[in-house]
DNA sequence: ATCGAAGTTCGATGGTGATCATACTTCGAT
DNA sequence: ATCGAAGTATGATCACCATCGAACTTCGAT
């Protein structure tokens, strides 16, 4: 198997599994209000978003720094499409190993 | 009045309104882990407790530190006793301002 | 009135992380 | 084949925060 490795730009990122993170991680990657607003804005959307259609107070080179820490975290799910950099929610895989834990982090309007 | 302003040693802190506290502001109070595990034992005793009571690796005036930032991002309520410092889960003012955060938190058995 | 226990206050220190600019890569479109 | 758009990598800087020891305060007990 040759593609299974690559998908659009140089190696498909290392993606670990929800269960493996620590809650310490989670939270120090939500705790971050730049990060907060990203998972906010794909928890509205639910659907595929690139990196650069986010709404961020932030240079490029750092989002694509706060986007590497979510996705180490085990929060969002990163793909190439082209040049873009397509990021989803891990929703489903959150809840069920922190249940109730986006909800509440989520559930008021605070950014 | 003058008594009560005054309650063992001391004036009595300051205590906000858990409704004016950010969530920016519990959650930078909840990621440290130390402060986590003061709050998930008093989760767990539903009693006050002193300070000391606490099994905690820092130092004392560490643990001071740490005491404060947890009464001032609204989670603890502190009063004297003698020269004891009794401390208490504001469960239910938190349930009402922040509902599912702290179940959502202490759920797994981690640190 | 003394002593010890329980916290507090006060600097100092060290590490970590958010931030940026710059240079670079990769891809799609022309 | 070139160009621009989208992101990445790197190194530097800066601020913040957890931590500690040492000196101090306050209270209860003797």
């Known amino acids: 198997m040759r593609t ?7 190696r498909v990122p290392a993606h670990p599994e929800v269960g493996d993170v620590s809650l310490q991680q989670v939270l ?3 705790v971050d209000p730049v990060r907060r607003g990203i998972v906010r ?4 959307s639910d659907e595929d978003r690139a990196c650069g259609t986010f709404d961020l107070t932030v ?6 720094h706060h986007f590497n820490v979510l996705r180490e975290a085990g929060l969002i799910r990163q793909r190439y499409v082209g040049t873009s950099r397509m990021n989803t ?8 190993v922190f ?6 982090l989520l559930a008021r309007g605070e950014a």
Chains 1, 2 share one sequence.
């Open 59 to 64: 240079s490029k080179s750092t989002a694509t």
């Open 41 to 44: 804005e794909l928890y509205a």
């Open 99 to 104: 249940p109730g834990l986006l909800d509440a």
């Open 28 to 30: 120090e990657a939500l």
């Open 4 to 10: 299974a490795e690559r998908e659009g730009r140089g």
């Open 89 to 96: 929610l891990r929703r489903n895989e959150i809840e069920a």
